[in-house]
């Protein structure tokens, strides 16, 4: 989020989806699969994106994006009556145990798996276990 430095990392250096396809995952990546990962981030222009979506995570209450997100975090109470499937990587560098216990006060209804051996690409560490998982939440 540091300007200039950041925005240059980012976009220049493609310092987010670059290391993500490494950072997020405990087996590596497929060839293919990383390759499709990085893909739309091949240039700085494609990763403007990426840079706006850093710079709009609201890291104090003085953020512009603050008061939006805890709006809906305030909202999510209108979901209790739906179903609401959790799963979740156990070893997400970035979304920690801390962020799945929330998740889990706020739906404590929901059906819910924390997988050791999944990092925050949880269909790319665990694809057939979840893929199931999903596929049995979604059948009528």
Known sequence: KIPYLGEFIIRGL?????????????????????????????????????????RDIPLRDSHRSYRTLAEIESSLDLLKSKPVRIIWGGSDFCFNKH???????????????????????????????????????LKP
Do not use: T
């Open 14 to 54: 493609n310092g987010f989806a670059g290391p993500a396809v490494v950072m997020s995952v405990n087996a590596p990546l497929s060839r293919s699969a990383r390759s499709g990962m990085l893909w739309p981030y091949r240039s700085w222009g494609d990763r403007v994106a990426v840079w706006n979506f850093v």
């Open 99 to 137: 962020f799945y216990e929330r998740w889990q006060q706020i739906f404590p209804h929901a059906e819910a798996d924390y997988l050791e051996e999944c990092g925050h690409y949880v269909l790319e560490d665990g694809c057939g276990s979840v893929l199931e998982k999903i596929e049995l939440f």
